[in-house]
């Protein structure tokens, strides 16, 4: 008879227990929650920090082209620069290729590295070829200097400069 006076008090006991349980487990969901959202933000941060940096890069290349382009003395000379009868232009490339398709692949590669270029067909013997051109001076020293600028990276051993005399 003692045992079913008792009995309610042990049913509340284990229902306590029970839930003592479930409160655990709920705290141990929050916690897990939490963490996820954590790693998620920081993952976010990662990808914005990330996005900053191409578009630093980005507004750089386009503060570089704006200057090549109003003439600049300290900036390597494009193509649209009028030259003068008789002087040469040092004009460095990266890569040649048969395929278009693999020169446009070559020069998505460059700009991957920050390295901008301009795909180049040129006839020889009677085949076209697909350069990528890298830059063209006015000046064998910051043509020579440009060329062993690029060299010196890993992914741009195989870089050569040619001179061409305007006409």
Same mark, same amino acid.
């Given at each position: 008879?003692?045992?079913?006076?008792?009995?309610?008090?042990?049913?509340?006991?284990?229902?306590?227990?029970?839930?003592?349980?479930?409160?655990?487990?709920?705290?141990?969901?929050?916690?897990?929650?939490?963490?996820?959202?954590?790693?998620?933000?920081?993952? $976010?941060?990662?990808?914005? $920090?990330?996005?900053?940096?191409?578009?630093?890069?980005?507004?750089?290349?386009?503060?570089?082209?704006?200057?090549?382009?109003?003439?600049?003395?300290?900036?390597?000379?494009?193509?649209?620069?009028?030259?003068?009868?008789?002087?040469? +232009?040092?004009?460095?490339?990266?890569?040649?290729?048969?395929? $278009?398709? @693999?020169?446009?692949?070559?020069? +998505? +590669?460059?700009? @991957? &590295?920050?390295?901008?270029?301009?795909?180049?067909?040129?006839?020889?013997?009677?085949?076209?070829?697909? @350069?990528?051109?890298?830059?063209?001076? &006015?000046?064998?020293?910051?043509?020579?200097? +440009?060329?062993?600028?690029?060299?010196?990276?890993?992914?741009?051993?195989?870089?050569?400069?040619?001179?061409?005399?305007?006409?």
């Amino acid at each position: 008879m003692k045992i079913k006076s008792y009995l309610p008090f042990l049913m509340l006991i284990l229902l306590g227990a029970i839930q003592g349980e479930a409160s655990a487990n709920a705290i141990d969901d929050e916690i897990a929650a939490a963490t996820k959202a954590y790693e998620q933000a920081e993952a $976010e941060a990662a990808k914005a $920090e990330e996005k900053a940096k191409l578009t630093a890069a980005e507004a750089a290349a386009a503060t570089k082209a704006a200057k090549v382009a109003k003439g600049s003395k300290n900036q390597t000379h494009t193509s649209e620069s009028t030259p003068v009868v008789g002087q040469a +232009r040092y004009f460095i490339y990266l890569s040649s290729d048969k395929s $278009e398709a @693999r020169a446009a692949f070559e020069q +998505r +590669r460059f700009a @991957r &590295h920050d390295i901008q270029t301009t795909i180049m067909p040129v006839t020889i013997d009677q085949h076209v070829w697909y @350069r990528l051109l890298a830059s063209q001076h &006015h000046n064998k020293a910051e043509a020579l200097a +440009r060329l062993n600028s690029l060299k010196s990276t890993a992914w741009v051993k195989s870089a050569w400069m040619e001179v061409q005399r305007a006409k």
